[in-house]
């Protein structure tokens, strides 16, 4: 009986991955990349419908949170997730043409490197200054598609002790995109199980030991070497290729991608209100003309036809969900934000706190990398105007002894500030920007200032005289 409890476990996790392994995927998906992926879906699955009336009675207004047994059927999957919206209750009756509303001015257009995307997680992951800059160098060697070149040289150019290098770089594995940084596809395909709580022995001995035999299809030979039926290595086999061997690839794409918020922060009667921007995602259903013919006692289905039909409505259920998950997701950790940075709605740039994803994180229950997954490529409207949910974090700035810590943003908005009021014929030198910041409590050193000036393309005051901001 231990023995039939071990496997009816195991069995529960296989048919879970697939849904866990979605769920991830539609978390790091821009809105854009979502309606496609929702569009592709609603093409393939005759069993998915886009809900045309949202007065249809037969939809439950919004889905519950309650999680199925597995071992109960598809049938109460839809029960449970058969839902008319994806995403958590949204003010529909707000007037975004109004003037807090949304602008066609904000829609931009964003491009951003692996690179980019990994060193921001360094920057917003408290690491001390000696691990930031190894970690730093890690990156700068982690090629297009994920991987980590050359990191025992690294290790040991890094003046740390291999455990102290080797912890550096299990840090970043842990970034999003899962697997990055791994040293082959082996380490990459594990640290993607670990992240999916797959805990299946078999299934890290066919990735460690037996890969070259699942290229070849040698399932009779695979099933032998681990001691397991036929059927099982199939299940393995679809795993194993459900995973993403080149981890950097998504970021590997140069075209442009147009910005819609995904949110809205919406200040009503001096409350600030959080509300999801539905509007252009198709809501989802399962058909009920497909759901009766499954469930119909006197129509009689071949067994493939029926084999067949409950897989549809298993993918079209999942779906629904991941889309649910990820919504509520964004969600949860928008409010975490806007709780943290009130300042910043009142006031703007200029009183933005500092804040890391380990703050977030610990607030919403996640780990690091889900809340970088879930504030990479996902927007918010703000009373102060457009933003990546990732512009929220910024590293601490120290302030003087008795003051607030102050955001390495809202220093670089105060420098702009400055410049931009400053005399064209006297522009301010760097060490004259330090000294007007240590006036309002800010104590940065002369290269910081230069730094953040560069970064916003700003040119030095000797050549400034030409080049007014406006």
């Known amino acids: 009986m231990g023995d ?41 699955n005759p069993v998915l419908e886009e809900v045309i009336d949202s007065q249809d009675p037969n939809i439950v207004p919004e889905a519950k949170d309650e999680k199925p047994n597995i071992d109960d059927g598809w049938q109460d999957y839809v029960e449970i997730y058969n839902s008319n919206s994806s995403s958590p209750p949204s003010m529909r009756s707000y007037n975004k043409s109004s003037d807090e509303g949304f602008n066609l001015e904000n829609i931009g257009m964003r491009t951003e490197t692996l690179y980019d995307h990994l060193l921001w997680q360094l920057k917003m ?102 001691g397991v039926s036929q059927e099982k290595v199939f299940e393995l086999a679809r795993l194993v290729l459900s995973l993403e061997p080149k981890p950097g690839r998504a970021f590997s794409s140069t075209d442009p991608q147009y910005i819609i918020p995904d949110i809205y922060v919406i200040k009503i009667g001096g409350e600030y209100i959080v509300s999801m921007n539905e509007d252009g995602l198709p809501r989802l259903r399962v058909s009920s003309y497909y759901k009766n013919m499954a469930d119909s006692k006197t129509q009689k289905l071949e067994d493939k036809t029926k084999g067949y039909l409950q897989e549809k409505l298993r993918s079209a259920v999942a779906l629904i969900r991941s889309i649910q998950h990820r ?112 006036r309002d409590n800010i104590d940065i050193a002369r290269r910081t200032v230069a730094k953040y000036r560069e970064m916003m393309g700003i040119l030095p005051s000797s050549r400034r005289k030409k080049y007014i901001i406006k």
Request: hydrophobic share 35%.
């Open 125 to 226: 992951s408290g690491f001390t200054k000696k691990e930031e800059e190894f970690g730093e160098k890690i990156i700068q060697n982690i090629n297009d598609d994920g991987y980590i070149l050359n990191f025992d040289e690294l290790a040991k150019e890094s003046g740390m002790t291999h455990e102290e290098a080797e912890d550096v770089l299990l840090r970043i594995q842990e970034f999003d995109p899962v697997g990055i940084a791994s040293r082959d596809v082996k380490e990459c395909l594990i640290q993607q199980i670990r992240q999916l709580n797959i805990k299946d022995g078999k299934l890290v001995s066919l990735i460690k030991h037996h890969l070259s035999d699942l290229e070849k299809r040698n399932y009779q030979s695979l099933a032998k070497k681990l």
């Open 327 to 438: 919504q509520k997701t964004i969600y949860k950790v928008t409010e975490a934000i806007v709780k943290k940075q009130m300042d910043f709605l009142e006031h703007g740039v200029s009183r933005l706190k500092p804040m890391i994803l380990r703050e977030i994180a610990q607030e919403v229950g996640m780990h690091e990398s889900t809340v970088s997954r879930v504030t990479t490529n996902k927007y918010v409207h703000t009373p102060q105007g457009l933003f990546e949910l990732k512009f929220f974090f910024n590293n601490p700035v120290s302030s003087k002894a008795g003051c607030d810590d102050i955001a390495s943003e809202s220093v670089r908005s105060r420098i702009k500030e400055m410049i931009s009021n400053e005399n064209p014929k006297h522009p301010l030198s760097d060490q004259q920007i330090v000294d007007n910041l240590k």
């Open 4 to 44: 039939l409890k071990l496997n009816v476990k195991l069995s529960q996790q296989l048919i879970m991955t697939p849904q866990l392994q979605q769920a991830i995927k539609l978390l790091q998906l821009s809105r854009l990349e979502l309606q496609q992926t929702i569009t592709n879906e609603l093409m393939e």
